[in-house]
């Protein structure tokens, strides 16, 4: 696989759009079908009254938003809403948990049944419930996950902007993790997040310089929510995205790039241009675990315009269900960071989240 230095991605990044697209598109139609776009269904299992502090997230327990907490979704239930969202032509699911981290226990046990029980359905398995171990990531493995999500967000740099209850080594340490326990990995970013172009394309290079190249990569778009630090962020222009997605595509040719959250800002016109660019995924259903997303309806009509085909199901991908044989070694202890730095914005936003609620009762 050809190598890249930061100067090769922004320049491909900034290269005339026209031209970037043209090229992501020949580059899609050598590894993929052009005509088939994967659907997937994020499913929240357990939502809000996460510990962290990620400025986007209306999950996070110490923001003012309207998201209530709940327990984790009783296992039958996620598995019927599994089999809803084949039959709606999901070939993917995601499993969702406002967690820090994967606390041995009841609760796993209980996501370990979800991912068997999905599995059996045949569709594709990803999860993301924060950071793992790798004696996790290989039970998840052993239950039939194929993916494990956990996203980079943005560039090391800019991360501190965001998040101060952990830090980007952890993020790279569960990746590694995820690797050896022999799951695919799944991580992306989110754009629109107030950072510069060059955090964007530094978030590319450490999914690259990663043990092996994700075999999926999200890319969202940020969606403001109202109580988070984040709430008064502009929406991110829509050819940013595309240039997003483009430059992805190129750089990970084989890998599904998937277009994320935010579509509900976006026309048909300009989710058309993604799937030109090679985004070759979208999350379907009304919600994407809390924020607003196109339905199912709206995107069948989409698919329908533009002469695109959901994958059937994973036999359809079968060659990319092959797990692969994990190394296995004893887990050494959990050590988490939590680096403490303060987030000037984030108090700030929270004040004024406080301010507002007051000034409606
Ligand atoms: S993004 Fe995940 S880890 Fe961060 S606050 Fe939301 S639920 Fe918690």
Redesign the pocket.
């Given at each position: 696989m050809k190598t890249y230095s930061k100067k090769d991605i922004l320049d491909l990044y900034n290269t005339p759009l026209m031209a970037l697209i043209f090229e992501a598109a020949t580059v899609h139609r050598l590894h993929h079908d052009p005509s088939k776009i994967q659907v997937s269904t994020l499913i929240s299992i357990k939502t809000?009254g996460?510990?962290?502090?990620?400025g986007?997230?209306?999950?996070?327990?110490r923001y003012h938003t309207a998201i209530e907490k709940n327990e984790l979704m009783p296992v039958s239930s996620v598995i019927n809403l599994a089999k809803k969202a084949k039959q709606n032509g999901s070939s993917r699911v995601c499993m969702?948990?406002?967690?820090?981290n994967v606390k041995e226990g009841e609760d796993f046990e209980k996501v370990l049944e979800m991912v068997r029980g999905i599995s059996h359905l045949n569709m594709e398995v990803c999860c993301?419930l924060?950071m793992i171990t790798e004696s996790q990531a290989l039970r998840l493995a052993e239950a039939g996950l194929h993916y494990y999500n956990h996203?980079l967000d943005t560039s090391e740099a800019y991360y501190k902007e965001i998040?101060s209850?952990?830090g980007y080594e952890d993020r790279l340490e569960t990746l590694k993790n995820v690797n050896k326990g022999a799951l695919k990995v799944c991580s992306g970013g989110i754009i629109g997040m107030g950072e510069r172009v060059e955090d964007r394309i530094e978030m590319l290079m450490s999914l690259l310089r990663l043990d092996r190249v994700p075999d999926s990569v999200p890319i969202n778009a940020l969606v403001p929510v109202e109580g988070t630090p984040l709430a008064t962020e502009n929406t991110v222009p829509v050819w940013d995205i595309i240039r997003m997605i483009a430059t992805t595509r190129i750089v990970m040719p084989k890998t599904t790039v998937r277009l994320s959250a935010g579509r509900t800002e976006m026309s048909t016109e300009a989710q058309a241009l993604c799937f030109m660019a090679g985004a070759s995924s979208i999350f379907t259903g009304e919600k994407l675990?809390t924020t607003p997303n196109p339905g199912e309806d709206k995107d069948a009509e989409m698919f329908s315009i533009l002469g695109l085909i959901p994958t059937e199901n994973t036999k359809e991908n079968s060659d990319k269900f092959k797990i692969r044989k994990p190394i296995l070694k004893n887990d050494t202890a959990v050590k988490w960071t939590r680096p403490g730095h303060t987030i000037e914005r984030n108090v700030k936003a929270t004040k004024q989240a406080k301010a507002l609620r007051k000034n409606q009762k």
């Open positions: 809000g996460c510990p962290e502090d990620c986007y997230c209306p999950q996070a327990a969702g948990a406002a967690w820090r993301t924060g996203n998040i209850t952990r675990l």
